[in-house]
């Protein structure tokens, strides 16, 4: 018998290479035992059965689970799994904890602090105050090598927690620490006091109940560094990659991936950027890391979208800390109210999910829910209204025109139509649930309205009271952009008239919001009107108007699905919201990859349509999807357009490498 442990994720490739080893070195080895980290199951059964008929072998798998559900069977087996933990895991979760959690954090105390932020956060909503939320996971973090014997002061426990926080709120950062460190110390808490001292140690069941949410934690990071790999495999069938080259892709990956919840959570507080460099060198070029980082966060499992939201909000809530220790009066003034106008690029994407059978993967209509049900209030323009109507007309136009006659770019809804594995014959009368023939715009009103609770509203009144000086340097920003726009390659081609009225669409927005504010708030963190969309020229409006009206630029009117849906995570609106939204809300957003759709996909779909004819609908439904989403990772991010911003974070971020 041999006896074998192992904690690759390639577990099928190590038991056959060492079946075979055996076989030339210790041919008399009928039976291998083969014990590891990784949850492997009946998915082995294949293999254990392919190895006993052709080696005469066989192999006897014990992996996480064989190994957790026997621990505590029997009193030995429990003093052991106790002892191992004590001896081996302990050290390692410190370690880890310290070394690899957050590379991205450059601060040992920093990184302890947001592994806290991660564990303390609920998955569920809660009234509990923000600011005093974190500050009980600073203090456990200031405390977390402390024992009875090993104690620290009230003013040691200060000291640790304010340096992770700006200067200058020294009184403030002093009294949340003490508050916490109070609330921590009742009866039967999570902190112990040394009698009437101002000594403070973690409870020996805090500690416990640390290490394993921090094991599961880690458990959870390398499901998601091995879901990335896969997603690098899938994408370069070609490459191949050793267990250690694969751990570094891995970590690596994950690395980029926290490195954009990282910047999303500064932006979020307005913070600075930061880089990385990466241990496997250039194994994977940028476009493919990004490539690999974009499929995991369209299409988590729910474990790792759990994961995720818990990393992104930590990340958040760091952010806010590091800028102003009340966190909570900072996010709730950041909408005194709610009122949202809804941009074309908002509304499309709803349209494109009705094309979901699963409900659980419809998040841009699980974060316009989650807004209603916080209270915010939802219209749309006119003009809006119009554009949506015109976008679908295109797409009728292209489904009726072949591939290669359409010299310009897919429109979006075909396209999210097209990869849902629908024949593109079907699309007329799939648009018919959104407009009719008689009158389009009043059908797309009304079903807005009847299906999302988005009225009617205009700003045209507001936007002609706007400053002549601002309005003109508004329409010179939107006339810029829409040129630059109407000269890419594979751009619509609009004429005068028609690109003047969509700079006049944006205008009657952007303006009409801003003077809506004026009349509203003058605190740039409480303007409770917004407007929702994706365009990065609104998004990036202040910085425009600053070179044109320097001092004098108004805030951006705009708010972006990512910053509306973090928000919606951790604000005070988030109990008003139902757990199945708040816990379905996206972890990125972004329509960008379907604007370069290229062509050849969709007659590859038409191809393999016509290829399954015969079978059942949803047969070939499934296997249209699953083609052209095998064909869109292996091309990239930089063939399809990728989530755009996103890719720019995670390339601005690996830029300078070191190589291997």
Request: aromatic share 6%.
């Amino acid at each position: 018998m041999a006896v074998q442990y192992s904690v690759t994720t390639d577990w099928k490739g190590k038991i056959t290479a060492t079946v075979d080893r055996l076989g030339e070195t210790i041919p008399s080895v009928q039976e291998l035992i083969y014990a590891t980290n990784q949850i492997i199951g009946p998915a082995a059964d294949d293999l254990v059965r392919t190895i006993r008929r052709s080696k005469q072998v066989f192999v006897d798998i014990r992996d996480r689970s064989w190994f957790i559900e026997r621990e505590l069977t029997a009193p030995q087996r429990e003093a052991a799994s106790l002892e191992l933990s004590r001896t081996m895991v302990d050290p390692l979760l410190v370690e880890r904890r310290i070394r690899n959690y957050s590379p991205i954090l450059n601060d040992g105390e920093a990184r302890i602090a947001l592994l806290h932020l991660v564990l303390d956060a609920h998955d569920e909503a809660s009234d509990k105050g923000l600011t005093k939320t974190c500050f009980e996971s600073l203090v456990l973090s200031a405390l977390y090598d402390t024992t009875s014997e090993s104690r620290l002061t009230r003013e040691a426990i200060i000291a640790r927690v304010a340096r992770l926080l700006p200067a200058g709120f020294e009184t403030q950062i002093a009294q949340q620490v003490l508050g916490a460190i109070q609330r921590l110390s009742v009866r039967n808490g999570q902190v112990k006091q040394v009698g009437k001292t101002n000594e403070y140690f973690l409870t020996g069941e805090q500690r416990e109940a640390v290490k394993q949410r921090a094991a599961e934690y880690l458990l959870l990071q390398n499901e998601l560094e091995s879901r990335l790999v896969s997603a690098v495999r899938a994408s370069l069938p070609g490459l191949h990659l050793n267990d250690g080259k694969a751990d570094q892709v891995g970590t690596d990956l994950r690395v980029a991936l926290e490195s954009v919840l990282l910047r999303r959570g500064e932006a979020f507080a307005k913070a600075a950027v930061r880089e990385l460099s990466r241990s496997s060198g250039r194994l994977l070029t940028d476009t493919q890391v990004a490539a690999a980082t974009i499929e995991v966060l369209e299409r988590p499992s729910p474990r790792i979208r759990l994961y995720l939201h818990r990393l992104a909000d930590a990340y958040t809530m760091f952010a806010f800390l590091r800028q102003a220790p009340d966190v909570q009066k900072v996010v709730v003034s950041m909408f005194s109210g709610g009122d949202l106008w809804l941009d074309t690029s908002a509304i499309l994407p709803l349209f494109a999910e009705t094309l979901l059978d699963d409900p659980g993967e419809r998040h841009y209509t699980a974060l316009i829910r989650a807004a209603k049900d916080a209270g915010l209030r939802l219209f749309v323009t006119d003009g809006v209204v119009e554009e949506v109507e015109r976008h679908i007309n295109r797409c009728v136009a292209f489904t009726r025109t072949g591939t290669r006659e359409w010299r310009r770019n897919v429109p979006f809804l075909a396209t999210a139509y097209t990869l849902s594995g629908r024949a593109r014959s079907g699309f007329t009368n799939w648009a018919e649930r959104f407009r009719g023939a008689v009158s389009p715009e009043e059908d797309i009103r009304q079903y807005l309205y009847e299906t999302y609770g988005v009225e009617r509203r205009n700003l045209l009144a507001e936007a002609d009271t706007a400053p002549t000086e601002l309005r003109a340097a508004v329409q010179e920003i939107w006339h810029e952009a829409h040129e630059k726009r109407r000269v890419s390659p594979g751009a619509e081609e609009l004429d005068t008239p028609t690109r003047m009225r969509l700079v006049a669409h944006d205008v009657e927005n952007s303006v009409g919001i801003i003077q809506l504010r004026k009349k509203t708030s003058i605190n740039p963190l409480g303007y409770r009107s917004w407007w929702l969309t994706l365009d990065r020229i609104a998004l990036d409006l202040h910085q425009k108007l600053a070179s044109r009206l320097g001092r004098d630029a108004p805030a951006s009117p705009a708010i972006s699905p990512d910053f509306m849906s973090q928000y919606l995570r951790i604000g005070p609106l988030r109990t008003a919201i139902e757990r199945e939204l708040w816990t379905s809300l996206p972890i990125v957003t972004d329509i960008s990859r379907y604007a370069f759709f290229p062509k050849d996909l969709i007659t590859r779909a038409d191809e393999l349509r016509e290829a399954h004819e015969g079978l059942d609908e949803h047969i070939i439904r499934r296997r249209v999807r699953d083609e052209l989403n095998k064909a869109k990772l292996q091309r990239g991010p930089a063939s399809l357009g990728g989530i755009q911003r996103m890719m720019d974070s995670v390339e601005t971020q690996l830029r300078k490498q070191t190589s291997s």
